[in-house]
């Protein structure tokens, strides 16, 4: 990775170090290097000065170009194209996702594909759909490994529903070859006609949350009762799914389309006397898949999205720190931002390949109390230097860390 920087400034690698070093300890701006500067302990264990406030700012903002070339990813919506420095840090998140593959593989990949809304009060932030000024990035995870495969940072005004094809080979070409099985999920914002083509044309398995046209909801409501089926039933509503026996006109007249789409709907009714927000008793939603097999199970499988990728979102924001946005030149928020998704990736692998099992599903909320806001006692003795800790169990943990970091490095 190729960055523009002083003769004498640190490496690109050890600037992201600190962003790492810094969001994992909990610091989420860059005025927090301030403190694990004045650490002198903690200054000592990454091997080199830490860098100033100043310094790694001047370091995002390389990462933007002005004026630099644009992707139309709809009629008032255009997408900065990445530098060459953002791609490069691109280059690095495959890297660790492939490394995750070859210590944790699995036989299928799970694409979950979502935008989250960014807050910022930036000048160049602009308005997004609900009127929140900011940016929206989009976010494919892997569900079966807990990893980002892809982001791609936009503009707040840029709809969610734009641009996904692209989106979508980006994130497929970033996953290690040889994986046999690859799977989307999505709610409404893929769902148009290029994007399912798309993946049947692959083919790739799916199941996107369907817009409830007139025609598709003219379909649901000609159901008959007997051909509705309970999935649960609670104190304040049922919930009920049945397959539309008929596809919806979706202007795609290809005599050699590949497979059905299947459309299942989903109708929730209150209880008597309870109404939703919108003043109805009854709502319908639907789902559009190329999978066979039963419909309530590829609903609920479709259902599991909500569970993985919004937890990233929440992980993100909230946890690190892509939601305290340093900049207001867009090139240097999306490199903050990509910097994190690296951070959560290298978290999930730390938490995979060298942690026991009950940390799998850890947020760096807790493996900041189990492990790394350790107490101890730096050591420099006869050129070595050595890390004292006073808790038998952290330093059983850390002992065990090491071990399977240091197998897992090249030989």
């Not at 709809?74 to 210590?103: H, K």
């Not at 990949?109 to 900011?134: C, F, I, M, P, S």
């Not at 990728?309 to 690190?320: F, G």
């Not at 107490?375 to 006869?382: C, D, E, L, N, R």
Request: charged content about 25%.
């Amino acid at each position: 990775m190729q960055v523009k920087q002083r003769q004498r400034g640190l490496p690109p690698s050890q600037l992201v170090e600190t962003l790492i070093a810094l969001w994992t300890s909990g610091g989420d701006r860059c005025q927090d290097l301030s403190t694990l500067r004045e650490d002198r302990a903690l200054a000592t264990l990454p091997g080199f000065e830490l860098p100033t406030a100043t310094s790694v700012r001047d370091f995002l903002e390389a990462f933007h170009v002005e004026g630099g070339p644009l992707w139309q990813a709809g009629p008032q919506a255009a997408i900065p194209l990445e530098s060459a420095p953002l791609a490069g840090l691109g280059a690095a998140n495959r890297t660790l996702v492939a490394g995750l593959q070859r210590g944790a593989p699995a036989g299928t990949a799970t694409l979950d594909v979502d935008a989250t809304l960014v807050e910022a009060h930036k000048q160049a932030a602009t308005l997004a759909y609900d009127g929140t000024r900011g940016y929206q990035p989009v976010v494919v995870r892997r569900a079966e490994q807990d990893v980002i495969v892809h982001d791609e940072f936009r503009a707040g005004h840029v709809p969610a529903g734009c641009g996904n094809v692209r989106v979508l080979e980006q994130a497929v070409a970033a996953l290690p070859q040889g994986i046999p099985q690859l799977r989307v999920r999505g709610d409404s914002a893929l769902y148009e006609t290029a994007v399912l083509r798309w993946c049947e044309d692959q083919p790739i398995a799916y199941a996107i949350s369907a817009d409830l046209s007139e025609p598709l909801q003219a379909e649901i409501l000609r159901l008959p009762t007997r051909a509705w089926q309970l999935e649960r039933e609670d104190g304040e509503a049922r919930r009920e799914w049945a397959e539309v026996p008929s596809v919806p006109d979706d202007k795609d007249y290809r005599k050699d389309r590949p497979c059905l789409r299947r459309y299942l709907a989903i109708r929730v009714t209150k209880r008597p006397g309870d109404l939703f927000a919108d003043g109805r008793r009854v709502q319908h939603f639907a789902v559009v898949t190329n999978r066979a097999g039963d419909g309530l199970a590829l609903l609920q499988w479709h259902r599991e999205k909500a569970g993985t990728v919004e937890h990233t979102h929440h992980v993100l924001k909230n946890e690190l720190a892509a939601a305290a946005l340093p900049s207001g030149k867009f090139g240097a928020n999306a490199a903050w931002f990509r910097c994190n998704v690296l951070t959560y990736n290298l978290l999930t692998a730390l938490k995979r390949l060298t942690l026991p099992g009950d940390f799998y599903t850890a947020r760096p909320k807790r493996l900041r109390f189990l492990l790394f806001n350790t107490v101890g006692k730096v050591i420099s003795h006869a050129r070595r230097t050595l890390l004292r800790l006073s808790a038998a169990a952290q330093h059983a943990l850390l002992v065990r860390v090491r071990h399977r970091i240091a197998a897992l490095a090249p030989a």
